[in-house]
């Protein structure tokens, strides 16, 4: 029992310690300058839409509101069934640096984001492509820090991840688990080293070298990835471009589910795509995840030294995850939640498993796609 709790406490304060410094390494966008003088390259927002007639108005005016002088937003309406391209279009009419390319039909052999987004980047004409969703929010001066940190830096990615704005303690709490997961199994602050293997994407805010981009075949490559944004990460420093993760609270911000439900479903088309739909790797991981929380339990049923490495442990992952709660600006209260959280987090991951393979694959966007043809598209 001793060594078992020791094990615990010891795997706990390095993975702790890793993602907490690791992420202090990370600079954060909205301190960085923004761009002062000369002609800043052209940049070219490409987003996907479909179905977003909630929010797309005001995420869009928040991109086209930035302090940047050379920009367009090319806005694909992927197959919406609602409002969506007709409030793009009325905005198109009020703002000629909007395009809007309406999608009526998906080929074969795609994601319809994926689509998406590799027809809007062939209709940019910028020599930086921002790779955005349609609900997020961007600060006025967010571009202008980027666009200068990857000229200065001579990076052809950068990727900066969002403050996700959750409602509830529990969403909230969730939200932090998400981020100690992806930092654990991303590692963004080594993805600028080209030596190491790591490497990054995020979905709100992959800003690419347009040239990059071309390389290494835009989304072709990655056409049935559900997970496009880290895959698109993955290819580009495979082709041996520069990276670097920043992060981007309170320049880059998502309101990212709106209930528990909600979450639980979202996660349905990549969670499984995101361990490469490895069973065996999907079911370890849950399980380790679990073992981490059995000192709750054995801390009450020792004594001695084990009960006092127990309660250790247990202090440990109360402090990580009440200072990650501080880095993602939410209470650190949300610490208390931290075991429901868990669990709830290798429930999706295990509920989204056994329902794609029930399936036979996932249903996105209101295209079904095999699981077959999905694991075939190995990145």
């Known amino acids: ?45 490409v987003v996907a839409a479909r179905d977003e007639e909630r929010g797309i108005e005001p995420a869009v005016r928040s991109m086209l509101q930035q302090r940047y002088p050379d920009l367009e937003l090319v806005v694909v309406d992927d197959r919406s069934t609602d409002r969506t391209g007709a409030i793009l279009d009325r905005m198109a009419a009020e703002d000629p640096r909007l395009s809007v390319v309406h999608v009526t039909e998906l080929p074969s052999g795609w994601l319809g984001k994926n689509h998406a ?19 997020i929010h ?32 529990l969403l909230k709490a969730f939200g932090v688990q998400f981020m100690f997961a992806f930092l654990s199994f991303a590692k963004p602050w080594k993805a600028a080293d080209p030596k190491s293997w790591f490497f990054v994407g995020v979905g709100a805010f992959n800003l690419v070298r347009r040239s ?7 989304h072709d490559p990655i056409r049935l990835r559900p997970d496009d944004d880290m895959k ?18 309170g320049a880059v911000s998502v309101e990212w589910y709106h209930s528990l439900g909600e979450m639980v479903r ?4 990549n969670m499984f795509a995101g361990v490469e739909y490895n069973v065996a790797f999907s079911v370890a991981g849950g399980l380790a995840q679990l073992i981490t929380l059995s000192p709750l339990a054995l801390v009450g049923f020792s004594d001695g030294p084990a009960r006092v490495l127990f309660a250790l442990q247990i202090g440990v992952a109360l402090a990580v995850f009440a200072i990650l ?55």
């Open 325 to 379: 709660g501080r880095v993602m600006r939410v209470t650190p209260l949300v610490a208390l939640l931290y075991p429901v959280v868990v669990v709830l987090f290798v429930y999706i991951l295990w509920r989204t498993m056994l329902l794609n393979l029930r399936d036979g694959g996932i249903q996105w966007r209101g295209t079904f796609y095999s699981l077959r043809e999905l694991k075939a598209n190995r990145v």
């Open 232 to 249: 698109l990460g993955k290819i580009l420093k495979r082709g041996g471009f520069r990276a670097e993760a920043v992060d981007g609270s």
């Open 138 to 169: 961007l600060a006025p001066d967010t571009l202008s820090r980027a666009v200068r940190r990857v000229v200065e830096r001579r990076v052809d990615h950068l990727a900066a991840a969002p403050t996700l704005i959750l409602p509830g303690l």
């Open 266 to 269: 979202g996660f349905e088309k």
């Open 212 to 218: 990059a981009y071309l390389a290494v075949g835009g």
């Open 1 to 45: 029992m001793i060594w078992f709790a020791g094990m615990l406490l010891a795997v706990s304060v390095l993975a702790g310690l890793e993602v907490i410094l690791g992420n202090r390494l990370v600079a954060r966008l909205e301190a960085l300058p923004p761009w002062r003088d000369g002609s800043p390259p052209r940049v070219s927002i």
């Open 117 to 135: 987004l590799h027809l809007g980047a062939q209709r940019a004409s910028g020599e930086w492509l921002l790779f955005t969703d349609a609900d």
